[in-house]
């Protein structure tokens, strides 16, 4: 939600795929690639964005926080990256999403959306459930 310089963004992917394969992460066993390459996560976040209530997204404490660290000038990214993340995780039809404490409210927010979409158009989307782990 910050502007980047593109060469330090590209380093930026590299370094977190190098991170993700270092990690253990085999590609032979699964799906890596580049979120921004698949115009389906935008274009779903625009449909759930036009679902979704300004209120509700004001109300999330990321966006409190981040706001005041901006000298209260946050930008519509940051308002609705929380919807972006629910595109995410709906595109794929994910039934269970692995999740800190900090990201428990924006997989709620997911929840809803699914919920309020399934109610408005029908049966389409799973509602995740989160996986918490445990330190």
């Keep these: 939600t910050m502007p980047k310089e593109p060469a330090v963004l590209r380093q930026n992917i590299l370094d977190t795929t190098a991170a993700i394969l270092a990690c253990g992460i085999d590609p032979k066993k699964c799906f890596l690639f580049r979120q921004s ?7 779903l976040a625009w449909i759930l964005g036009c679902l979704t209530n300004v209120p509700r ?23 609705t990256y929380p919807v972006l993340q629910a595109a995410d995780i709906l595109l794929y039809k994910s039934t269970h999403v692995p999740v800190g404490e900090d990201q428990v409210l924006h997989l709620e927010l997911a929840q809803d959306i699914a919920q309020h979409f399934n109610k408005k158009y029908g049966e389409f989307f799973p509602v995740p459930k989160a996986i918490l782990s445990e330190l």
């Design 37 to 43: 390459l698949v115009p389906k996560h935008a274009e």
């Design 57 to 79: 997204l004001l109300r999330l404490p990321q966006w409190k926080m981040k706001r005041a660290s901006q000298n209260n000038e946050g930008t519509v990214g940051l308002l």
